[in-house]
């Protein structure tokens, strides 16, 4: 079973951010830090180890720096449940809307999730072992009256199907599908697993139907093998460990915790309901408390906190003294430079031009960009960001969805075409108008 990889030290986990993410070494080393604690909690004394509660840590910076990618690299990194929830979607007990619990009851349902991904990766093989011995039986039916031939037809048409042979052929199989009431459970405000509880049993009373399909036999080998797979899963053991994970190594990011915030010298900001509300109901799940989910008692007491918020009207003071407190160490992230732009652009392994490098290449066309085209990018970037509106690292998908826009549209119509170099004058003449035009840009770009 894959389990959660904490054996990193602070320093290697920030070098594999290195690969994703530019700058704010401060945000990193503070992550890093946060992660290798779990590990040397989990290797302290049992007496004390349950003592021992993660430093949830607060982030601070504009939008588009790399916030939330941080936190979802480092979950990714180590596989530890994750989930990301917007704080200003929260309302206080008493009015309609989501309460702050729901945020612990999706951690849980996505750690099941994993989990039996994982669970069902390990035991793939034996998944499609299974679905070819159902394909052999709807091709070659097991038979009484002479078993030795039947056995010796049967291999033959195994060699057929292993070597894929027989992927084209149509075979009808039986698919079970769980029938759903399409009716959606309302429930009132704090009674959300109630509600889904309800809905989970309406779903049960459907029962699961089988329901027969012509399908070619590489697709029936995908779903047949799937729904081995789900069969052999113990889904008791999948709920345990995912709790376990939950608990022990679950990470919730909060974003826009400043719209939570109350200006004390602007006043209110708006008709959101109860800002100081939301943030005394979000208290004791930060300290540390047990919430009910559809899979049982969830204790939050080791599970890491991450607020995020820009904080340009309110700032971290704004919250209340014993959230504040609850989130100890504070990061600032610093906002994105030309210079930043061009390595965001040239050094992570998912940079945005390799994507499209990548999209392209399924048409047959390599696509490869000028360094003086990827340097008037960045230019442009940092330049609409500062006259328009700073949107981080976003702008950059912006300006190179518009800068390819002719070229996606043209390809695959254009056959002769084989590769595409993008250099600045290409840059300049798709850009011009529109960086020239600050209304435009401020729609488009």
Known sequence: MNVVQLERTPQQIVQELVHYIIGQKAAKRAMAVALRNRWRRMKAEETIREEIVPANILMIGPTGVGKTEIARRLAKMVRAPFIKVEASKFTEVGYVGRDVESMVRDLAESAVTMVRAELQEEIRNQAEESAEKLILDILIPPSSSDPELNER??????????????????????????????????????????????????????????????????????????????????????????????????????????????????????PDVSRQGVQRDLLPIVEGSSVNTRYGVVKTDHILFIGSGAFHVSRPSDLIPELQGRFPIRVELDSLTEEDFYQILTIPRNALTRQYEALLQSEGVELTFSDDALKEIARIAAHVNQQVENIGARRLQTILSTLLEDLLYSIPDDFGLQSVNIDAAYVEKQLKDLVMDKDLSHFIL
Not at 180 to 197: A, D
Not at 198 to 223: C, D, M, N, W, Y
């Open 153 to 270: 037809t049967r291999e033959k048409f195994r060699e057929k199907l292993q070597k894929g042979e027989l992927n084209d052929r149509q075979i009808e199989i039986e698919i079970q599908e769980t029938k759903t009431p399409t009716m959606q459970i309302f429930g009132p405000q704090g009674m959300e697993e109630m509600g889904m509880n309800f809905q989970e049993l309406l779903g049960s009373l459907g029962g699961k139907k089988k329901s027969k399909r012509t399908v070619p036999v590489s697709e029936a080998r995908t779903i047949l093998a799937e729904q081995e797979a789900q069969k052999m899963v113990n889904q008791d053991q999948v709920v345990q460990i995912a709790l376990d994970r939950v608990q022990s190594h679950g990470i919730i990011f909060i974003d826009e915790i400043d719209k939570i915030a109350e200006n004390r010298e602007g006043g209110s900001r708006g």
